[in-house]
């Protein structure tokens, strides 16, 4: 069923000089899944989500999203086309308070905007902080505006890059129950995570990616057990290296 | 907003009365106040909401001045050059917008500070048009009273500062400021930056435009040094930092203080007074990075406003 992917890239590259970022990515994100998206340091995962936002537009390939070929489209299009994406470092308007944060975002001419806003933000418990700067937000907090703030779009699918990275305990229980509940709503997410536990409760299926290319997809558990992607994050294997040389 | 209203409403009815009580010589300089906030509120519509340092407004006045001159000259009522400086004006700043709002930080403030250079040199070498650096003196017949100007510079104050009081409460300031706190992420949540900063540009163009006509009928006299000031550029950046940037009132204030400082002192202390200005600017930017009007404001109370209820509402 072709109509059941909401995202899917084909063969998409992205090159730094002879740095080879990306190298022909294909990935589909089903909807209303939420997908993950691993893989070592630098394997290219920040970059994928770059050049599908619209932030780099210097790839080459296909990215469709609900069938609609959207690279080379500027991010603010992408967004208003449904795709939105959060940092993997905050990046709240500091000088602007948290409502203006998620008002900034909202479609415009949406009269239900603020509504919106202040229910996202008493959602979350945030409503004494809803007139303070985001500069006087804790960093946790700042993570929390910012993800709030790509929902006010009512995007119909997600890229989160690490959205829990810095966050304490209890603010990180509010935002995957925030998660689960938006995907509950009919939101897909594509979610990059360092944390396996996260990623096996959450996610299905799960992409890994390793020095530019998927070298592994499927359930969690398939994931896991696949020597590739063992591989990838500790290094070749005694045994293995045995067989090889 | 109430409160901006009514106290926006007495200075204006304020300064209105003023031809009344005061001698040329006041009127005069509080003709130069007015000129000065129109600018400074012209400048913070672009660089105070939106972060872009512009070092070259000046040039925007230049050509204000030029075309309302020769208008004048050639013949045209006042007030319609008045109008086709502004439109000049504007009509300049957009492809020039479109061009250089495409450079960043220091980048967009130095190709500004070229581009009143460019005009400068433009005013003083096409002779024909100009008549270079011996400049254009207009015939005291052809020029409005001192009260007229007097009031058509309040009128473009209170324009450029409605402007903004205006843009401020709309989506389109909340806009402007978001590029101003990260442009990358504006645009990452559905903001079109470039459209957004070319408006702001253009719009910030048709004040500086038609002050700078009216500033050509109250010295009678313009050369492409005068209008095409450097200082000119360095007094709106300074203005509204004093007073508080992307602010309704700030630049007023910004205006107001360095404007009386100057009067006050420049009889007794002919050179001194520009180096108290600049101990005050170097003063504040320490102390008040956010401008005077940063203290007067009042801190907001987290958790006491009516907003946190209507928020706590919300979210059951």
């Keep these: 069923m072709v109509d059941d992917i909401i995202l899917e890239t084909r063969g998409l590259r992205r090159d730094f000089g002879g740095v080879q970022a990306l190298r022909g990515v294909n990935l589909q994100v089903h909807r209303t899944s939420i997908t993950g998206l691993i893989g070592p340091n630098g394997s290219g995962k920040t970059t994928l989500f770059q050049v599908v936002s619209g932030m780099d537009r210097g790839g080459n390939g296909k990215v469709l999203f609900n069938d609609q070929p959207i690279l080379g489209l500027r991010p603010w299009q992408i967004y208003r086309l449904g795709l939105a994406r959060t940092f993997q470092l905050s990046r709240v308007f500091p000088g602007l308070t948290v409502l203006q944060n998620l008002l900034v975002a909202g479609r415009p001419g949406d009269r239900g905007a603020r509504k919106r806003a202040l229910g996202l933000i008493g959602r979350v418990k945030l409503c004494e902080h809803v007139n303070a700067l985001g500069s006087e937000l804790s960093y946790g907090q700042q993570r929390l505006v910012e993800f709030l703030r790509v929902l006010m779009c009512n995007p119909a699918l997600i890229l989160l890059d690490e959205p829990a990275a810095g966050v304490n305990p209890t603010l990180r229980h509010i935002l995957w129950e925030l998660v689960r509940h938006i995907n509950g709503l009919g939101t897909s997410v594509l979610i990059i995570e360092h944390n396996m536990n996260v990623i096996a409760d959450l996610c299905d299926p799960v992409y890994v990616l390793n020095e530019g290319e998927i070298i592994a997809q499927g359930d969690f558990d398939t994931v896991r057990a696949d020597p590739r992607v063992l591989e990838a994050y500790f290094g070749r294997t005694q045994r293995s290296g045995g067989t090889t040389s | ?316």
């Design chain 2, 1 to 316: 907003m109430r409160l901006d209203l009514s106290l926006g409403l007495i200075l204006v009815l304020l300064a209105a009365l003023a031809p009344v009580a005061t001698n040329d010589y006041q009127l005069s300089f509080l003709l130069q106040l007015l000129l000065m906030v129109a600018l400074a509120q012209s400048w913070n519509l672009i660089s105070g909401m939106t972060g872009y340092v512009s070092f070259g407004h000046a040039v925007f006045f230049g050509v204000g001045a030029y075309t309302g001159a020769l208008l004048l000259v050639a013949g045209h009522s006042w007030w319609a050059a008045v109008g086709w400086a502004a439109l000049i004006a504007t009509a300049l700043a957009l492809p020039i917008g479109l061009l250089t709002l495409r450079l960043h930080g220091p980048y967009f403030a130095i190709a500004m500070l070229g581009l009143n250079e460019v005009g400068r040199t433009v005013a003083t070498l096409w002779v024909d048009l100009t008549e270079g650096g011996d400049g254009i003196a207009l015939s005291p017949a052809l020029l409005p009273a001192l009260e007229t100007n007097y009031y058509a510079t309040l009128f473009l104050a209170v324009l450029a500062t409605l402007a903004i009081g205006v843009v401020l409460g709309t989506r389109f300031g909340l806009e402007l400021q978001a590029i101003r706190e990260d442009e990358g992420a504006a645009e990452m949540v559905g903001v079109n930056t470039t459209r957004d900063k070319v408006i702001a540009f253009a719009a910030s163009a048709v004040i500086p435009g038609a002050a700078g006509a009216v500033y050509a009928y109250y010295t009678s006299f313009i050369d492409p040094l005068s209008v095409f000031l450097p200082a000119l550029n360095i007094q709106m950046v300074a203005m509204v930092l004093l007073g508080g940037r992307g602010t309704l009132w700030g630049p007023v204030i910004g205006v107001v203080i360095v404007m009386s400082v100057r009067e006050l002192t420049w009889a007794e202390f002919p050179t001194l007074h520009l180096a108290l200005l600049g101990a005050l600017m170097i003063l504040v930017i320490l102390f008040l990075p956010e401008g005077i009007l940063s203290v007067l404001r009042k801190r907001r109370g987290p958790g006491s406003t009516r907003l946190a209820e209507e928020c706590r509402q919300q979210g059951e």
